[in-house]
């Protein structure tokens, strides 16, 4: 993978859903990457209160997901991790291992406002670029304004990505799951088996499990 263009696509997918996919995608050719490495969460930092599965589950997903794409691959690094997942510490390992590579870490527009709060945004500012998928406009110009303090302020380096708008989240589908509702089309067709098969999602988002 030596010199190549990587894209770093993380997340806690829980599940992993089509506005994953299409994010990623755009990102690809918008920037030209050579390829998008999907990376689950394993023990998200701000997500440790929430109904989450198990590492293993929502990589078979991501797997599945992904598996008709040559571009897309899978890595479970976060997953194998004991600790809490900080993303400079994912970036400073890829680098490390890949030194010749660009890599470039996408987010979503959300997530750039939360940027700075972030566990050590300059050393990320350093090893990676940001690219952002928006979904119109309006988002766009909002976060003009943002990326120029980024710059300026921890020398980040961001790219907007231009992405269709699909205006429904992981969470949502946790919803639909447990109220018996369709997500057809919301999901890849074996990713919607998969959750059916294992019936995950079924019981309330504050049950303890």
Same mark, same amino acid.
């Given at each position: 993978?030596?010199?190549?263009?990587?894209?770093? +696509?993380?997340?806690?997918?829980?599940?992993? &859903? /089509?506005? &994953?996919? #299409?994010?990623?995608?755009?990102?690809?050719?918008?920037?030209?990457?050579?390829?998008?490495?999907?990376?689950?969460?394993?023990? @998200? @930092?701000?997500?440790? *209160? #929430?109904? $989450?599965?198990?590492?293993?589950?929502?990589?078979? +997903?991501?797997? #599945?997901?992904?598996?008709? /794409?040559?571009?897309?691959?899978?890595?479970?690094?976060? !997953?194998?991790?004991?600790?809490?997942?900080?993303? =400079?510490?994912?970036?400073?390992?890829?680098?490390?291992?890949?030194?010749?590579?660009?890599?470039?870490?996408?987010?979503?527009?959300?997530?750039?406002?939360?940027?700075?709060?972030?566990? *050590? @945004?300059?050393?990320?500012?350093?090893?990676? &670029?940001?690219? !952002?998928?928006? %979904?119109?406009? #309006?988002?766009?110009?909002?976060?003009?304004?943002?990326?120029?303090?980024?710059?300026?302020?921890?020398?980040?380096?961001?790219?907007?990505? /231009?992405?269709? *708008? !699909?205006?429904?989240?992981?969470?949502?589908? %946790?919803?639909?799951? *447990?109220?018996?509702?369709?997500?057809?089309? +919301? $999901? @890849?067709?074996? !990713?919607?088996?998969?959750? =059916?098969?294992?019936?995950?999602?079924?019981?309330?988002?504050?049950?303890?499990?």
């Amino acid at each position: 993978m030596s010199g190549k263009k990587i894209g770093i +696509m993380g997340g806690t997918f829980n599940p992993i &859903h /089509n506005g &994953h996919l #299409l994010i990623a995608e755009n990102a690809r050719w918008q920037f030209g990457l050579d390829q998008i490495c999907f990376l689950p969460a394993g023990i @998200p @930092p701000h997500k440790q *209160n #929430l109904m $989450v599965l198990d590492g293993h589950s929502r990589c078979e +997903m991501v797997q #599945l997901a992904i598996e008709d /794409n040559p571009d897309f691959y899978l890595s479970d690094y976060e !997953v194998q991790r004991t600790e809490p997942s900080y993303t =400079y510490l994912t970036l400073e390992y890829l680098k490390q291992k890949y030194p010749e590579d660009t890599l470039y870490f996408i987010m979503g527009a959300d997530s750039l406002r939360d940027f700075a709060t972030w566990r *050590n @945004p300059k050393r990320i500012s350093e090893l990676c &670029h940001i690219l !952002v998928a928006v %979904r119109d406009t #309006l988002e766009e110009e909002s976060l003009t304004t943002l990326s120029k303090e980024l710059k300026q302020q921890l020398g980040t380096r961001i790219g907007i990505i /231009n992405t269709p *708008n !699909v205006a429904f989240a992981s969470h949502e589908i %946790r919803m639909r799951v *447990n109220h018996g509702q369709s997500i057809r089309y +919301m $999901v @890849p067709e074996k !990713v919607r088996a998969y959750i =059916y098969e294992h019936q995950f999602y079924t019981m309330p988002e504050d049950t303890e499990i």
